[in-house]
């Protein structure tokens, strides 16, 4: 079973209670998409506690760069250009050297599947209509294409064979097949920071050898991770926003 998880934000809350449930199963890849910093309060311990992880694959995200480099969040709302700062003050010089490593996605995830953070054509594109996903089809040669920045789960499906192309919403804790003459760009949603109006963490499970998924949706300490956000002196929107997954 492959753990597929994006945008955890320096949320240490959250990223525990993955973490707890993937203590008890058998994971045979952690998988990650990208932004593993930015927005929250412990950069530090969130990289600490993934390093660890074995196997594990893993994408930059485009709040990962401007954490590792300066003058890379131009396009930021303040908010975020703040938090980038801030994170980058507050990174140890190993952990600023691993966020500078990362790679760019789309990488291959053994010959299995590919990941990217935004589009496999622009690690910085936001996934959100139709029109926009069709054409990221062209980015990757895999089957299937896990992909995050939007922090919504959710798929694009398109059968090959009718070019049709269709969006999928996935019901928590059931079981999705992925089928022959169709492709996949699937979005695990975010562990750090929902924005579909659930507070609730989310990530996938991805079981390879029965070719299936699973969308988790989890609960978590969402207010112990808003305070420390206001006391490492962020901006209170970036707290205030955990309450409502927005």
């Not at 590919?114 to 089957?143: C, K, M, N, V």
């Not at 896990?146 to 019901?171: I, M, N, R, W």
Request: net charge neutral.
């Amino acid at each position: 079973m492959d753990l597929i998880l994006s945008d955890i934000h320096a949320n240490l809350h959250a990223l525990k209670v993955v973490l707890r449930y993937a203590r008890r199963r058998a994971i045979d890849r952690f998988v990650f998409l990208g932004d593993l910093v930015g927005y929250g309060a412990q950069p530090n311990q969130v990289i600490d506690s993934i390093q660890p992880l074995k196997p594990r694959f893993m994408v930059r995200g485009n709040h990962d760069r401007a954490c590792a480099f300066a003058n890379a969040d131009d396009s930021f709302s303040l908010p975020a250009r703040m938090a980038a700062a801030w994170t980058r003050d507050k990174l140890t010089r190993d952990h600023l050297r691993f966020l500078q490593e990362m790679p760019v996605g789309p990488l291959w995830v053994g010959e299995d599947y590919q990941i990217t953070h935004g589009s496999p054509l622009d690690e910085d594109a936001y996934l959100l209509h139709p029109r926009d996903a069709l054409h990221a089809f062209d980015g990757f040669s895999a089957q299937i294409c896990f992909f995050g920045h939007t922090h919504l789960p959710g798929a694009y499906v398109l059968d090959e064979k009718a070019q049709v192309l269709s969006g999928v919403y996935f019901e928590p804790d059931e079981w999705f097949p992925i089928r022959d003459g169709c492709r996949y760009l699937i979005n695990p949603g975010s562990v750090g920071q929902p924005r579909d109006r659930d507070p609730r963490l989310s990530f996938m499970s991805f079981d390879l050898k029965r070719k299936r998924l699973k969308l988790h949706r989890m609960n978590y300490d969402y207010e112990g991770a808003a305070k420390a956000i206001l006391a490492a002196g962020l901006h209170p929107n970036l707290a205030e926003r955990l309450y409502h997954g927005n």
